[in-house]
Nanobody
């Protein structure tokens, strides 16, 4: 079973940037669509961005123009570049297939945007 491990979160000031990484234990990104998701306290988990096997990307309206999803197939790594971060971006961020598969939810990585 493939394993997905998120990293790169942290505390950042409003307007700052972070790059999240999702390392896969197998070469899956060229085969399957993947997504970045987030869950803020008291809210449901939501899709932030997705990337199809062919490379087509989609973004939630709330992050469009600020976040970029990408992948490096050779490194089996999915990325989420987050710029112009806002306090509302504070959440635990997860990677998963798109659409998501329940058993592949990992621990996620915490992103906190605060001054």
């Amino acid at each position: 079973q493939v394993q997905l491990v998120e990293s790169g979160g942290g505390l950042v000031q409003p307007g700052g940037s972070l790059r999240l990484s999702c390392a896969a234990s197998e070469s899956i990104f060229s085969i399957y669509a993947m997504g970045w998701y987030r869950q803020a306290p008291g809210k449901q988990r939501e899709l932030v961005a997705s990337i199809a096997s062919g490379g087509t990307t989609t973004y939630a309206d709330s992050v469009k123009g600020r976040f970029t999803i990408s992948r490096d197939n050779a490194k089996n790594t999915l990325y989420l570049q987050m710029n112009s971060l806002k306090p509302d971006d504070t959440a635990v961020y997860y990677c998963n297939f798109y659409p998501p598969i329940r058993k592949y939810w990992g621990q996620g990585t915490q992103v906190t945007v605060s001054s």
